[in-house]
């Protein structure tokens, strides 16, 4: 299974496959979005895929209705391992 992480970077949000950076953005939102177009692209090609967010409280309430109007929901890692 392929794992996304987008976490806040340093300069902002990172979209991260393992260890590697694959996109620096600069909200979580747009981190949410690349890391959701690359999901996708490997669901369609047979692969599972999973997206893990970095939990940031403030982020997360700020960005939370832009998130929810899109149809992505907030997973913990916890969750995410329970399924």
């Known amino acids: 299974m392929h794992m996304f992480k987008?976490?806040?970077g340093e300069y902002g949000w990172t979209v991260k496959l393992g260890d590697a950076l694959i996109a620096p953005c600069r909200?979580?939102?747009a981190a949410v979005e690349q890391?959701?177009?690359m999901a996708e692209?490997?669901?369609r090609n047979g692969q599972a895929?999973?997206?893990?967010i970095e939990q940031d409280p403030e982020?997360?309430?700020?960005a939370a209705p832009a998130i929810a109007a899109r149809g992505y929901v907030w997973a913990s890692r916890r969750e995410l391992r329970a399924q």
């Open 41 to 43: 692209a490997l669901r």
């Open 27 to 29: 909200s979580q939102l």
């Open 35 to 37: 890391a959701q177009r």
């Open 59 to 62: 982020a997360q309430r700020l």
């Open 6 to 8: 987008v976490a806040k």
């Open 49 to 52: 895929v999973a997206i893990i």
